[in-house]
């Protein structure tokens, strides 16, 4: 799958970044610390979120997809500091 990054650029969806960013926003966060099983999970979950209806996703749809999949797994506070991050 290729995202389009905000600058026009089209890349590979590279999971490993999603994970390493999920992980930096939970090691921020106290008392929502996020293991890499969960993170890589979420990731997958995105993953696969995005590729069932859409054929160009942006690096915006990546980063709602992920914080609504943090928020639904009661991480509300990793959610935001992984929107901070993410900018």
Partial sequence: M???KRNGRVVL????????????AG????????SRHLASYIADEVFAKLTENSTIITTQDVRECVYA????????????????YAK
């Fill in 69 to 84: 999949k943090l928020c639904q797994m009661g991480l509300p506070e990793t959610a935001k500091k992984y929107i901070e």
């Fill in 13 to 24: 969806y590279d999971t490993e970044k999603i994970v390493k960013s999920i992980l930096k």
């Fill in 2 to 4: 290729n995202i389009t």
């Fill in 27 to 34: 090691a921020d966060t106290p008392g929502e610390e996020v």
